[in-house]
């Protein structure tokens, strides 16, 4: 084994002359059998930057002792030293972790399987030092050879992978060697006195907490240790290692067009690129209305990829801000950002996940040290003082906003949310509809007005005929069942109506400016009532006994979301209970797939769904705005929507092209009144909007027109 006396150390390493990587951690863990590190901060970067040049110490059968830095104000300080709320801290770094293990790129992973090693072996200890008035900031590390040699390094080196690569920013750290004995007794033995005086908890005004043994499960069950003892670890050359871990051109977190996505040669579409055009002759700001499934995201990831390469041919930096609505579409914007070498910051669940590692970005950009950041950012986050006051550094002159599902931000909180950037791409196929868009309304969209404000109006369209006409989604057929409202959901439908038309009387004579509490109640109420119709449910139970068990698979149930019956012994039974337990009586293996499930059960469950170990997902909301699944091939809509976003997000799910695939199949259960009085008139009217709008593409057309005429729909206009 090699000793550390036996390699000239420089006393200081600065990565504008020495690669860190390759100059110092590797050799100096070549030869350790103990490891001693404090780090400044808890993050991603910091774990994975920290187990470089690792797999020297476990083919040495070595120990590390870990130590990792959290800032806490004064008031927290003063709880945890009392020994209140220390459990809830613990239980944000263990949630910090899940979210750090389960975004591990492979070669990071590689890293962690040697830790998972040291783990099982007993060889690790990992403790966070907890300090008033800002983070742990001292970096010190410590290396111990076979013979007691000690090498301590000590500096600011900033624990991201941008400190380990030259081509990043002008760090450095100070090296002293215990066998220079006067300047070690001066310089180096106060880290290791420190060190120890930290790892026991001795440290003035810090609080030194052992991770419990959850945490070192985590590790151990992501990636689990081999079963035949010490894993084979072969030593790399110092350019393979460097490469393996940097990539080979050392370009972690730049964007670049892709060669090929999924096994196929890549190129952007037409249509895409006339969208960037104009969105680009429109001072880069601008709406693509694209129908679902035209390919809107690698669209506008194409178009940030090259705002980046065209800024950075004048050394200037660029930031990429991409908010949603929701955490599946996040998680799906992180895998489409990654085929373009995007590896985003993830602000979403708890603000201890995504918090410093945005602050010490934000602070590497301001430095020079990176210039380009991404950030993938849910609305109800971006909402956030939190959120908003790091954002709140960025040049605006340097952002780039994609707004996906923009007509979301049509909401008053969201808009004024929404980062005062130069570039500026909202996307949606429907960019101004609401979910509020059941409200009838006498007074303009005020939505609207924000929204062209901010992004300057639509700028290029791509209508869903236009992406079946090209092959860009497949064809389908569309399919009525009829549903009648019962004696007393009519005489209830009736009822509302009226109500709704003399409030809409009444406020076209006041002043008010919007629509009142009362009226978003009332057409609230009613549109429950149509999603939660009594005979839906014998009538889908009709239909999908009729379906063979061949064809089961791959469909999608979009329920209601009323109770599922008027009467009084069912109240709390909701439509969507009701529909999974119709199903299941049929012999259909489905599955919920809801707000009420964790991201984790989603995730599962959604991966059940795409190899057929379940038919369906019965949803109601959740599958409406960007979750891809191709796979689909029928829905079933019984939620009788007058939203032409939702049953326009619903019919582009299931044309999404995807390998075997024909054609899909469009089941609409559409409601029909009992009488012709003037509101039931209305009634088909709402329905046939809808229906027309189905129709006009189906390749079924005649027919259903037919069954319309039949039906006594079309008498209604």
Not at 317 to 346: C, D, G, H, M
């Amino acid at each position: 084994m090699e000793l550390l006396t036996e390699k000239q150390w420089a006393g200081v390493y600065r990565s504008g002359d020495q690669n860190l990587f390759k100059d110092f951690y590797t050799p100096a863990l070549k030869t350790a059998v103990r490891y001693d590190r404090a780090v400044g901060f808890f993050s991603s970067e910091a774990l994975v930057s920290n187990l470089q040049g690792i797999s020297g110490l476990v083919k040495n059968d070595g120990k590390m002792r870990l130590i990792i830095g959290h800032p806490l104000d004064e008031k927290e300080f003063e709880a945890v030293k009392q020994g209140y709320r220390l459990q809830s801290l613990v239980a944000s770094f263990e949630e910090k972790l899940s979210s750090i293990l389960e975004n591990l790129e492979a070669k990071a992973g590689a890293r962690f399987s040697l830790l998972s090693y040291l783990i099982a072996a007993n060889r690790l200890e990992i403790k966070f030092a907890l300090r008033k008035r800002g983070m742990y900031h001292e970096k010190i590390g410590v290396v111990y050879d076979a013979q007691e040699n000690s090498l301590v390094f000590h500096g600011s080196a900033n624990e991201t992978i941008y400190a380990l690569d030259a081509g990043y920013n002008a760090e450095s750290i100070s090296v002293f060697r215990s066998w220079d004995q006067h300047s070690f007794d001066l310089y180096g033995k106060p880290y290791v006195e420190g060190f120890e005086l930290l790892w026991e908890g001795n440290q003035k005004n810090t609080v030194t907490v052992s991770v419990p043994s959850t945490f070192y499960e985590a590790i151990s069950n992501k990636f689990p240790p081999t079963q035949d003892g010490k894993p084979q670890v072969e030593e790399p050359s110092y350019e393979d290692e460097y490469n393996s871990f940097f990539g080979a051109d050392g370009d972690f977190n730049r964007p670049r067009i892709p060669e090929s996505i999924g096994g196929v040669a890549f190129s952007i579409r037409d249509h895409q690129k006339q969208a960037i055009r104009f969105w680009a002759q429109n001072q880069y700001k601008g709406i693509l209305k694209l129908s679902t499934g035209s390919g809107k995201t690698i669209t506008s990831i194409y178009a940030a990829t090259k705002v980046f390469e065209a800024r950075s041919k004048k050394d200037l930096k660029t930031v990429l801000i991409v908010s949603v609505p929701y955490q599946e579409l996040a998680s799906q914007w992180v895998k489409n950002l990654a085929l373009f070498n995007i590896r985003p910051i993830e602000c979403w669940r708890n603000r201890s996940a995504w918090y410093d590692d945005l602050k010490h970005e934000i602070l590497d950009l301001k430095m020079g040290v990176i210039d380009f950041l991404s950030i993938v950012v849910v609305n109800r986050t971006m909402e956030g003082s939190n959120f908003q006051g790091l954002i709140a550094q960025l040049q605006g002159s340097d952002v780039m906003l994609i707004g996906d599902e923009c007509h979301n931000h049509g909401a008053k909180k969201t808009n004024n949310a929404l980062p005062d950037c130069y570039y500026r791409m909202g996307l949606s196929a429907t960019p101004y509809r609401s979910d509020e868009d059941e409200v009838e309304s006498p007074f303009p969209e005020i939505a609207k007005e924000y929204i062209n404000k901010y992004y300057g109006g639509i700028v290029s369209e791509y209508s869903l005929g236009d992406a079946i006409h090209d092959g860009v989604l497949c064809e389908y057929e569309y399919h009525i069942v009829p549903v009648y409202l019962t004696e007393e959901e009519q005489e209830e439908y009736e009822h509302l109506s009226s109500e709704i038309a003399k409030l809409i009387t009444f406020m076209h004579g006041s002043k008010e400016s919007s629509p009142s509490n009362e009226l978003t109640r009332l057409c609230g109420q009613r549109s429950r009532l149509l999603g939660s119709a009594e005979n839906k449910l014998g009538a889908l139970e009709q239909l999908v006994k009729s379906i063979p068990r061949a064809e089961r698979k791959h469909s999608l149930f979009y329920c209601g979301e009323g109770r599922a019956s008027q009467q009084e012994d069912m109240a709390d039974l909701r439509v969507i209970d009701e529909v999974s337990r119709v199903l299941g009586l049929a012999g259909w293996h489905t599955s919920r797939f809801t707000s009420n499930e964790s991201s984790r059960d989603r995730a599962s469950i959604m991966e059940n769904f795409k190899n057929g170990t379940i038919d369906a997902l019965v949803s109601m909301k959740v599958l409406d705005e960007g979750v891809d699944v191709p796979v689909c091939d029928k829905a079933f809509i019984l939620a009788s929507t007058r939203n032409p976003r939702q049953y326009v997000q619903r019919r582009g799910r299931v044309l999404r092209r995807h390998e075997g695939k024909e054609r899909a199949n469009i089941y609409d259960f559409v409601v029909l009144p009992t009488n012709d009085s003037a509101h039931s008139q209305r009634l088909k009217e709402a329905e046939l909007e809808r229906v027309d709008d189905f129709v006009l593409l189906a390749i079924n057309r005649l027919e259903v027109e037919r069954q319309i005429e039949t039906l006594g729909i079309r008498s209604a206009k």
